[in-house]
């Protein structure tokens, strides 16, 4: 456990020092949305086909760190709290409820889409602490529409 809170307070001087190099002008904000953008257009332009590879190389390494991080079983267990109280698709803090489920549907909806939610959880069953974790399906199951038979109910009532 000490080893994880010397790993958080170490992150928390990053993020103050950025903050004061912020606060103080020395560094510029920019809009991380307009930096993905060019970095994205420069990135076709010169590689047309390196975005797969590019998203498989950032995926490996994060899950790489990931693997490395929760080899220790203090570090696994606070993590594995978290992520179960806390953890949440991407854009449920700034969508709007029925969009995000709209677009969990689309994307997850169905057998086969189904099949693809439960790819996503069994990779995260292989994280040390992890292994019967359920992110995305449990997701599914409590938010979205999984089939046209469910009785009306609309994304929001699971």
Same mark, same amino acid.
């Given at each position: 456990?000490? #080893?994880y809170?010397?790993e /958080?307070?170490?992150?928390?001087?990053? $993020?103050?020092?950025?903050?004061?190099?912020?606060? =103080?002008g020395?560094v510029? @904000?920019?809009?991380?949305e307009?930096?993905?953008?060019?970095?994205?257009?420069?990135?076709?332009?010169?590689? @047309?086909?390196?975005?797969?590879?590019?998203?498989?190389?950032?995926f490996?390494?994060?899950?790489r760190?990931?693997?490395?991080?929760?080899?220790?079983p203090?570090v696994?267990? /606070?993590?594995?709290? *978290?992520?179960?109280?806390?953890?949440? @698709? /991407?854009?449920?803090?700034?969508q709007?409820?029925?969009? *995000?489920?709209? $677009? #969990?549907?689309?994307?997850f909806?169905?057998?086969?889409?189904?099949?693809?939610?439960?790819?996503?959880?069994?990779?995260?069953?292989?994280?040390?602490?992890f292994?019967?974790?359920? $992110?995305?399906?449990?997701?599914?199951?409590?938010f979205?529409e999984m089939? @046209?038979?469910?009785?009306?109910? =609309?994304?929001?009532?699971?």
């Amino acid at each position: 456990m000490a #080893g994880y809170l010397e790993e /958080v307070a170490s992150v928390r001087r990053t $993020l103050d020092s950025r903050y004061d190099d912020l606060e =103080s002008g020395r560094v510029k @904000p920019i809009d991380g949305e307009e930096a993905f953008r060019k970095l994205r257009e420069k990135s076709e332009r010169l590689h @047309p086909a390196s975005d797969v590879l590019d998203e498989s190389r950032h995926f490996f390494f994060y899950y790489r760190q990931a693997e490395i991080r929760l080899e220790r079983p203090a570090v696994a267990r /606070v993590t594995r709290l *978290l992520v179960d109280r806390f953890w949440a @698709p /991407v854009g449920s803090g700034v969508q709007p409820r029925d969009e *995000l489920c709209f $677009l #969990g549907a689309y994307l997850f909806g169905g057998a086969e889409g189904r099949a693809a939610a439960r790819k996503v959880d069994d990779t995260i069953r292989r994280l040390p602490g992890f292994a019967t974790v359920r $992110l995305l399906d449990a997701w599914m199951d409590r938010f979205v529409e999984m089939s @046209p038979g469910s009785k009306g109910k =609309s994304y929001g009532d699971r």
